[in-house]
């Protein structure tokens, strides 16, 4: 089946500094990945869509400057958080759904949790 | 605009007791629904979807969900729960036409021996 895989799986970085999560498709192309952010014990709130070859479309209220989109091949996105401080820590999970297959559920990453300190 | 709400917040059950979660949505257009579970320090894993045809859906794991569109419903159920479905479950709605994935708040389901 599809399989989606996010590197690294956990990361603690000091406040200033700048982190990048991968998300891959390991057996399809996707054009679209989705971004989402969980805190804990709460639900998944999308943060941004990341398009193939073109800008990302963010939801009202994400920071286009602070978390970085860059979709540049068919099998990887990448979120980077820039100045990470504390309230940036929490969960973010990735997700993509094969190609041709309007109808079909999203494929979601295992997710990075980001500690910030 | 859809919205997706989960009624429960947590749901204790004992071990090979039924469980029942309940979920909500609304929305003006045609949507397709969907449960996923969430296990610990994990992402989402599809349990079931409701795209068309027949109302009643069943899933892995045992779990089988029931939409119902004049209550806007589209409740989880599963007739005999183990400790290893202790887990988070979030109720999903997504547009027909669109691409976008709304999740309701979650259910926490806490097996107990």
């Known amino acids: 089946g599809a399989v989606v895989s996010q590197h690294p799986s956990w990361v603690i970085c000091k406040s200033g500094t700048s982190v990048k999560i991968e998300c891959r498709s390991l057996d399809f192309q996707a054009t679209t990945m989705f971004w989402y952010r969980q805190f804990p014990k709460q639900s998944l709130m999308l943060m941004a869509t990341s398009n193939e070859g073109s800008k990302a479309t963010y939801e009202q209220g994400v920071e286009k400057d602070k978390f970085l989109i860059n979709h540049a091949s068919l099998t990887l996105s990448t979120l980077t958080v820039t100045s990470a401080h504390p309230e940036d820590s929490s969960f973010y999970i990735c997700?993509?759904?094969?190609?041709?297959?309007?109808?079909?559920?999203?494929?979601f990453g295992n997710g990075t949790r980001l500690t910030v300190t | 605009a859809q919205s997706v709400t989960q009624l429960d917040s947590q749901v204790p059950v004992f071990e090979e007791a039924p469980v029942e979660l309940r979920c909500n949505y609304s929305?003006?257009?045609?949507?397709?629904l969907f449960w996923y579970v969430q296990y610990p320090n994990q992402g989402l894993q599809l349990l079931l979807k409701?795209?068309?045809?027949?109302?009643l859906v069943k899933g892995i794991n045992g779990f089988e969900a029931e939409f119902n569109k004049s209550q806007t419903s589209f409740h989880l159920r599963k007739p005999s729960v183990h400790i290893s479905d202790t887990a988070e479950y979030f109720c999903a709605v997504r547009e027909a036409a669109g691409n976008k994935l709304t999740f309701g708040g979650g259910t926490r389901v806490l097996v107990k021996p």
């Open positions: 409701y795209l068309s045809g027949s109302t």
């Open positions: 997700s993509a759904r094969p190609p041709g297959t309007v109808n079909s559920p999203l494929h």
């Open positions: 929305s003006s257009v045609s949507v397709y």
